[in-house]
């Protein structure tokens, strides 16, 4: 973690480590921060020159009065949070969420900083929150939501990412996918006969948010989410519902309220997620009774339809692929969900000199993980799974599509895929793996021996290096 210790462990605890620590990786945005166009137009603006800092700044308004955004678009930042390299930073969250680590301690907090304003029934007005707009959305999105709800089999809380369209001073619309825990959470409680009670919290330290955006459906959620931080986890009763749901304390804004899972709605205002314009999108209502947040709150914004989404969906599924995969497939080294096709559409599977017909069983595997996955790409592990280029040099190369593709329609989709039709789409795996135990051309490269004998400086000094365009290929 990028933090010395004396840092409290939160969102504007982060921010402020990190602006003192690597001033280049945290720009402050110009006070007060136009919410209309940024930080969204100035993430794109940097992204387009490969750059991605952490933005914050102060809201207009005293609720929240700032906001950080652009917290999940450096891979090699998230994976600093949890000391791995880039490349491994799934395999590090599966295994401390498995519970490789030390056991994570459930604390429960006596005063809780969420907990310094609370807002009751009429006192609640969500459309006075000053949050951020975004482009393609038809309202105020809340896009970096986590949501708690009581799981129907064991009474035990789960957390899932959960998006949210504020409706009315009192409401929100919540969208729901056929895949997601929310869905599975409503449908459970609609064959009850019950109202679905839930919390939405809002803002913590990046690294618990993504933590705990990876946890699925697992159990002992706090539990768990210290063991991933390696620290105490302090978390207060909720207010509503009491030890039945809890909240991170130090979290920045808390709302509890309960969803009807019986009454479904339609709303055109959230972002695809793809990069394409979402339509009308099913949701349920969720009923707001009760708003809590520190006194001076910060909002945690996701820039959608950018890395910082992108990132913030991918990552997780690549812990469930590498989960459940693994399982089935020992040559199985890496999983990457790329941010080129949405953080959520295809997967990139590594395998190490998988036994004949291993591949395969890979993709009939990995599909069935998620919903909104559509396509698998198997390759061999001297492929780099984090670069589109060598992927697609696999594909080129390994692959016969006569033998090597695997088409299989009519399964789940996505809302995420613009071509499923209801809920159902075409999705396939490619096998671009060398043919296994069989004779095959070598990969051809400069020799890493090269590499060591060559030092660009004994060549080129500094000033004629500076001199040569960077270009994009």
């Known amino acids: 973690m990028a933090s010395d210790g004396n840092v409290e462990f939160s969102l504007r605890g982060y921010v402020m480590d990190l602006a003192r620590e690597l001033p280049g990786a945290c720009e402050r945005l110009p006070a007060p921060v136009d919410r209309r166009r940024q930080p969204e137009g100035l993430a794109a603006e940097l992204a387009g020159q490969d750059r991605w800092p952490v933005l914050w700044g102060e809201l207009p308004g005293s609720s929240p009065c700032g906001v950080a955004a652009n917290l999940f678009a450096d891979r090699a930042r998230m994976a600093a949070w949890f000391g791995a390299p880039p490349e491994r930073l799934s395999a590090a969250l599966l295994g401390r969420l498995a519970g490789a680590g030390r056991a994570g301690m459930r604390r429960e907090a006596g005063q809780a900083p969420v907990r310094q304003v609370i807002l009751h029934g009429e006192?609640?007005?969500l459309t006075a929150l000053a949050i951020p707009r975004h482009g393609g959305a038809g309202g105020a999105v809340i896009t970096g939501g986590l949501l708690i709800t009581c799981d129907p089999g064991d009474g035990k809380e789960r957390i899932c990412q959960q998006r949210a369209l504020i409706t009315s001073p009192t409401s929100l619309a919540l969208p729901l996918d056929h895949h997601s825990q929310l869905s599975r959470a409503a449908d459970a409680a609609r064959l009850r006969g019950e109202r679905l009670r839930a919390v939405l919290w809002i803002g913590h330290h990046p690294a618990l948010v993504l933590a705990a955006a990876c946890l699925g459906e697992r159990a002992e959620v706090w539990e768990r989410l210290g063991a991933a931080i390696n620290r105490?986890?302090?978390?207060?009763?909720?207010l509503s519902f009491g030890?039945?749901?809890c909240v991170p304390a130090e979290a920045e804004l808390a709302l509890e309220g309960e969803i009807d899972p019986s009454a479904r709605e339609e709303h055109a205002g959230f972002p695809a997620g793809n990069g394409c314009t979402a339509g009308p999108t099913p949701a349920l209502r969720m009923e707001v009774r009760c708003l809590s947040r520190r006194a001076e709150a910060w909002w945690c914004d996701v820039v959608p339809e950018q890395l910082d989404a992108y990132q913030l969906s991918g990552v997780p599924l690549e812990v469930a692929l590498l989960d459940e995969v693994g399982r089935r497939a020992p040559s199985l080294r890496?999983?990457?969900?790329?941010?080129?096709?949405?953080?959520?559409l295809h997967a990139y599977l590594q395998l190490k000199e998988p036994r004949k017909g291993?591949?395969?069983?890979?993709?009939?595997?990995?599909?069935?993980?998620?919903?909104?996955l559509k396509h698998v790409f198997v390759v061999d592990d001297d492929v780099n799974i984090f670069d589109d280029r060598e992927v697609l040099w696999a594909l080129a190369t390994r692959s016969q599509w006569e033998r090597d593709v695997l088409i299989m329609p009519g399964l789940r989709g996505s809302r995420l895929d613009p071509l499923a039709e209801g809920g159902v789409g075409v999705k396939g795996g490619f096998d671009c793996t060398r043919p296994a135990g069989e004779s095959y051309s070598e990969r051809n490269a400069v020799s890493?021996?090269?590499?060591?004998?060559?030092?660009?400086?004994d060549y080129l000094d500094a000033a004629h290096l500076a001199r040569i365009p960077v270009e994009r290929q």
């Open 123 to 125: 006192e609640v007005d």
């Open 232 to 238: 105490d986890l302090a978390v207060t009763p909720s």
């Open 243 to 245: 030890k039945a749901l």
């Open 334 to 344: 890496n999983v990457h969900v790329p941010p080129t096709a949405g953080g959520a």
């Open 358 to 372: 291993e591949a395969r069983e890979a993709i009939l595997t990995a599909l069935p993980v998620d919903a909104r």
């Open 448 to 457: 890493p021996s090269v590499y060591a004998e060559v030092r660009i400086e």
